[in-house]
Nanobody, 129 residues
Framework: QVRLAESGGGSVQSGGSLRLSCVGY????????VAWFRQRPGKEREGVVA???????MTVDSVKGRFTASQDTTKRTLYLQMNNLKPDDTAMYYC???????????????????????RGQGTQVTVSS
């Protein structure tokens, strides 16, 4: 049974940093497309960063230059390093995986939550001004 468990959320001031972690169980780690999504208050769930089997990373423009995803396959863990956080980054952040080595295209990714069948419970990030 595939399970994803996020951690690392919290409250920070604007300009601060956080690192989220997501441990994956129940599948051959490193063979799926994995991603971070977020849902900001009053908005749709949106893709943030995705990594495919080959390590190719796709980052949406709104966080490019501030957020970086990486993974440690030995620890079965996906990370999201978030720097220079802004109040608009306040959201529930979710880890997700899809049983495909390839991620959605850059045109699809931001709204591709339905394509990711495995999802974590989420971790809250709150950024105050």
């Amino acid at each position: 049974q595939v399970r994803l468990a996020e951690s690392g959320g919290g409250s920070v001031q604007s300009g601060g940093s956080l690192r989220l972690s997501c441990v994956g169980y129940g599948y051959t780690y490193g063979t799926y497309c994995v991603a971070w999504f977020r849902q900001r208050p009053g908005k749709e769930r949106e893709g943030v960063v995705a990594i495919d089997r080959d390590g190719y990373t796709m980052t949406v423009d709104s966080v490019k230059g501030r957020f970086t995803a990486s993974q440690d396959t030995t620890k079965r863990t996906l990370y999201l390093q978030m720097n220079n956080l802004k109040p608009d980054d306040t959201a529930m952040y979710y880890c997700a995986a899809r049983p495909s080595p390839r991620c959605p295209t850059s045109l699809q990714f931001e709204h591709s939550w339905p394509l990711f069948g495995y999802r974590g419970q989420g971790t809250q990030v709150t950024v105050s001004s």
